[in-house]
């Protein structure tokens, strides 16, 4: 990726990162703790991120973020979301949130002729509640649901995830393997992948109409804390499309991954 495409990219994540919501997929390392522990405060660092996108003729996006986090008693700032706790114990917690959704096509960045005549396709909002249960050593059990709250596509998002944590909470490390799966709603999905019938005819791509989608999902997550405010965070994840994402003309992968560091000072 050439130096003029990652300034451009960091700009437009800045700009996020300045109302609060920058990204920090890796914030489900820190909110492991946060969720089970007091108030943290907040944390200040730097992020980098690495995305292996689906669409035809995109390279794998990689960018540097600013990285900020706020966990306060009811209130929170965790990665892309920002929200309220409704219920905060040990064993349960239920939250409220707003998240920002950075799924994008822009067809200026593939390489691909065909694709570079198909519309735009923009970030969105997604207001949501989320649940989370500990079974205690077996693992957390966690689900979420939201909506677009942008009118880009009035879409919805779900996830179901399983995690495991290969110690104690609140301890200085923390390994967490985890498995799931993602749903997008039909008009989540034919905003993102969909082509409609003047796409097809501008670029010769077959029309495509988006239905439901069930994506699985396995990764793994972890943190690292060097003293009592430095920490180190990342993870990895491996996501199998849906055959409605997969079948896309749009798309030539069946998976995609995401990667992501940060490291983090805690105030």
């Known amino acids: 990726m050439n130096s003029s495409r990652l300034k451009q990219r960091s700009y437009a994540f800045l700009t996020i990162a300045s109302f609060s919501l920058c990204i920090a997929p890796w914030a489900y390392a820190e909110e492991e703790e946060g969720m089970q522990g007091p108030p943290l405060g907040w944390t200040f660092g730097a992020a980098v991120i690495s995305n292996n996108l689906a669409y035809r003729g995109a390279d794998a996006d990689t960018i540097i973020v600013p990285a900020i986090g706020y966990e306060g008693e009811n209130y929170f700032i965790r990665g892309l979301s920002a929200g309220r706790s409704l219920v905060r114990t040990r064993e349960q917690q239920a939250w409220v949130a707003l998240t920002l959704d950075l799924s994008r096509f ?6 691909d002729p065909q694709m570079q005549l198909l519309e735009r396709r923009n970030f969105n909002a997604q207001l949501g509640v989320g649940y989370r249960y500990q079974l205690g050593r077996p693992g957390n059990i966690s689900v979420t ?7 880009r596509h009035d879409g919805q998002r779900g996830q179901l995830q399983y995690s495991i944590p290969l110690n104690r909470p609140m301890q200085a490390w923390q390994v967490s393997p985890n498995i799931g799966v993602n749903y997008a709603s039909s008009r989540y999905v034919d905003y993102y992948y969909g082509i409609s019938e003047a796409e097809s005819a501008r670029s010769d791509l077959p ?22 405010r430095l920490s180190l965070a990342g993870g990895f994840t491996l996501t199998r499309s849906a055959s409605a994402i997969a079948d896309s003309p749009m798309v030539t992968r069946g998976s995609y991954r995401t990667i992501f560091a940060t490291l983090q000072y805690r105030f």
Request: charged letters at 10%; a negative charge.
């Open 106 to 111: 822009q067809p200026g960045e593939t390489s």
């Open 145 to 151: 649901l939201s909506t677009d709250v942008t009118g």
């Open 207 to 228: 029309a495509f109409a988006g239905s439901d989608a069930f994506s699985p999902f396995i990764g793994i997550s972890g943190y690292q804390y060097f003293n009592e």
